[in-house]
C-alpha cells in the first residue's frame, strides 16, 4: 500500500525553464511534506517542506504546493539549472516519514 | 567533517554470510533511523531508534537486527544473507522535538550486493 506516489519516473527540461515535479497521497492524516533531492551515490538531502496547514511556500527557486482537496502536491524549480539534475523524492510525515518511488530530473543545458 | 556517517559503503558477500554496517552521527540527535532503498528505487523505513530504544520495527524479517549502543550510533547486523537483501541501505538522523516537520540527515548509503 503506497500512501505517496510519484507518478512520473523522469522529466526533462531546458535549463532555465520551469520544473515541475508532482505528488500525489493517500492518507489525510499527514502532518508535513517535504520534498528531498538525491544525487548518485549520496544520500538524499532535504529541500523545502510545507505543512498541511498551508498551500504554499516558497524558498528561492523552490516553491512548493499542497492541494489537500485533491491530496496532491508539486515542487516548482524556477529557473531551472543544470545542477537540479537530481532524483527528486516526494515524503510526508505522520509518525515516520514515508516517501515517493521518486522522479529523475534531467535539466538540459 | 561527515554528520551522518556509514560504513562500509559497498558490502559485496555470498548467500548465508553474516554482516554488518555501521553508523554514527555527530549532531547531538536523539532518533537514528534505517531505511532501504531497493532494486526499484523504493525508499522505505526499516527501524528508528531514539534514545538507544526501538521505536519503529516496519515488518522486517528477525534476520535484521539493530543494536544502539549509544545515541549516536546504529548498526544494522543482517543474518543469514538472501539474494533479496541486496541493496542500498540508508542511516539517517532527526532530531526529537515536538513538532518535528520530517527533516532527516542521511548519510550516503551502504550498497549490499548478495551473490
Redesign the interface.
Known amino acids: 500500500d503506497q500512501q505517496v506516489k510519484q507518478n512520473s519516473p523522469s522529466l526533462s527540461v531546458q535549463e532555465g525553464r520551469i520544473s515541475i515535479l508532482n505528488c500525489d497521497y493517500t492518507n489525510s492524516m499527514f502532518?508535513?511534506?517535504?520534498w528531498y533531492k538525491k544525487y548518485p551515490?549520496?544520500?538524499?538531502?532535504?529541500l523545502i517542506?510545507i505543512?498541511s496547514i498551508k498551500d504554499k511556500n516558497e524558498d528561492g527557486r523552490f516553491t512548493v504546493f499542497l492541494n489537500k482537496s485533491a491530496k496532491h502536491l508539486s515542487l516548482h524549480i524556477v529557473p531551472s539549472q543544470p545542477g537540479d539534475s537530481a532524483?527528486y523524492?516526494c515524503?510526508?510525515?505522520d509518525?515516520?516519514?514515508?516517501?515517493g518511488?521518486?522522479t529523475r530530473l534531467t535539466i538540459i543545458p | 567533517d561527515t554528520a551522518?556517517s556509514q560504513t562500509p559503503k559497498y558490502l559485496v558477500t555470498q548467500m548465508g554470510n553474516d554482516k554488518s554496517i555501521k553508523c554514527e552521527q555527530n549532531l547531538g540527535h536523539d532518533t537514528m533511523y534505517w531505511?532501504k532503498q531497493d532494486s526499484?528505487?523504493?525508499?522505505?523505513?526499516m527501524f528508528?531508534y531514539n534514545n538507544k530504544e526501538l521505536i519503529?520495527n516496519e515488518t522486517v524479517p528477525n534476520r535484521f537486527s539493530p543494536k544502539s549502543p549509544d545515541k549516536a550510533h546504529l548498526n544494522l547486523h543482517i543474518n543469514s544473507l538472501e539474494l533479496g537483501d541486496s541493496a542500498v541501505y540508508?542511516c539517517?538522523s532527526s532530531p526529537t522535538d515536538r513538532g518535528?516537520?520530517?527533516?532527516?540527515?542521511?548519510?550516503?548509503?551502504s550498497r549490499l550486493t548478495v551473490l
Open positions: 502532518d508535513y511534506f517535504l551515490a549520496e544520500g538524499p538531502t532535504f517542506s505543512s532524483v523524492f515524503a510526508a510525515t509518525e515516520k516519514l514515508t516517501f518511488t521518486g | 551522518v531505511y526499484k528505487k523504493f525508499l522505505k523505513i528508528s519503529i540508508f539517517a518535528w516537520t520530517g527533516e532527516l540527515f542521511f548519510g550516503e548509503g
